[in-house]
Nanobody, 129 residues
Framework: QIQPVESGGGSVQPGGSLRLSCVIPGYNIGTSCMAWFRQAPGKAREGVAVVSIVGGPTYHFDSVKGRLTASRDITKNILYLQMNSLEPEDTAIYYC??????????????????????WGQGTQVTVSS
């Protein structure tokens, strides 16, 4: 079964940083639209960033622009989410997802988690003083 595996979550104080990683064993993430979603307790899952294949667009959710940045390293086959200036409101489980067979992302993909067919188990990020 092909499934993303996230890592890098943890607990930090406000203003701190974390870097999340996502690998998909046996799968080339360089061929698909990849995404980071998050879900806080009692809230709906929301898109954080979507990353197209090399040369394609990347889109970030407005509230995280400048603080959370998604990227991919095609040589290592890893998707990253660099998280800086973290706020308590960023506390959530962060999920990596892929839309297999679709190389380019659209901004609308941030709002349609149901269109992604590969999902990881998630990694917890807690921002608290």
């Amino acid at each position: 079964q092909i499934q993303p595996v996230e890592s890098g979550g943890g607990s930090v104080q406000p203003g701190g940083s974390l870097r999340l990683s996502c690998v998909i064993p046996g799968y080339n993430i360089g061929t698909s639209c990849m995404a980071w979603f998050r879900q806080a307790p009692g809230k709906a899952r929301e898109g954080v960033a979507v990353v197209s294949i090399v040369g394609g667009p990347t889109y970030h959710f407005d509230s995280v622009k400048g603080r959370l940045t998604a990227s991919r390293d095609i040589t290592k086959n890893i998707l990253y989410l660099q998280m800086n200036s973290l706020e308590p409101e960023d506390t959530a489980i962060y999920y990596c997802a892929a839309k297999s067979g679709r190389p380019y992302c659209a901004r609308a993909d941030l709002g349609t988690p149901g269109d992604f067919d590969l999902w990881g188990q998630g990694t917890q990020v807690t921002v608290s003083s």
